[in-house]
């Protein structure tokens, strides 16, 4: 590896002085010296003062070397705070990798920003950590374009060894039939899933399998993500809450295998959701197992608002009873209020006006 950051060690002082970066602590003890005849009259003195003048040069060189490179004045004192140790960095190394990235298409500000937010990439080789790494990824996604997309959604993703922690489960998935554009297309989006044990990884595989999933759609992986977030425990209680709501074992799998991420929910989350569905709305627990995203909707921003339109407009009889209520919940706003709010505007005068007070007044007990 690049010996980066140089270590340096003033004579006759400890050596883990300087061991966690520069602190201006040390430096405001050391500022006597240039001004003590005494001391620096020694030898041993001298070289004590020639190594003061060497680090302030160095970290003047640095921060100078980050502003000629596009970063602001809050950017370097982030950087210097996150990793103290910068200061003794040779620009000379800092610099290929910098210029590594604008090889590959990041623009200055996309490597600005990639650099703050990981700044850990500067303490890694760039030949025989980042360059093999950024290579790896390549060759999974296909393009460079794919992996530049990617490092910049999770720069941290350059400081994992990559064939050790994520191609054992790539690996696990394709003997499973996982396809390849679908393992592409998950690390693009979620890197951190592929990042467990092979061991553990495998089970969850194996369980997902088991579950009825096909391994040629992506909702397996998305399954394989739900169920890596989980333990056992905390498994066995979300399922005891559907069990309560009136769920058969058959109609909570269901609901699984269609929107795996309704077991990643709060179980007060899940409480609070089917008591709307089933006490406020009057449906029954099955409409869970037919449309579980229903589930994911905000309480507060969208089902409650969009409950008191529908119950409102019922009542005075200008609508049906919904059989799918998806066709009242998962419409974006727009179409929401063109279909349930405008177009009775005329029999229910300040329908709009209700909506959104009841909107704001939702967001301000919630802010409360």
Known sequence: MYNLFRRIILPGSPSSVFTHGFSESPLKSLRFLSTSSEIVSSPKSASLA??????????????AFFENHGFSESQISDLIKKVPLILSANPEILFPILLFFKSKGLSSPAITKLVCFAPQ?????????????FDYIQAVLGTVEKTVATIKRFPRILGWNLRISVGPNIEILKQFGVPDSNISTYLQRQPKVFST????????????????????????????????SLTKSSWDKKLEVYRKWGLSEEEFYLAFRKYPWCMALSEDKINDTMDFFINKMGRESSLVARRPSLLSYSLKKRLFPRGYVYQVLLSKGL???????????????????EKYINAHKEQVPGLLELYEQKLMNLEDEQAV
């Open 50 to 63: 020639s190594n003061v003048v060497q680090l302030k040069n160095n970290r003047k060189a640095i921060i």
């Open 197 to 228: 044990s092979s061991i553990r990884f495998k089970e969850i595989v194996e369980r997902v399998t088991e579950m009825g999933f096909n391994p040629q759609r992506l909702q397996f992986i998305v399954a394989v993500h739900a169920l890596r």
């Open 319 to 337: 609508i049906k009873k919904e059989k799918n209520l998806d066709l009242l919940f998962e419409p974006p706003e727009k179409r929401f209020i």
């Open 121 to 133: 990439i500067l303490k890694r080789s760039l030949n025989q950590e980042i360059i093999p790494f």
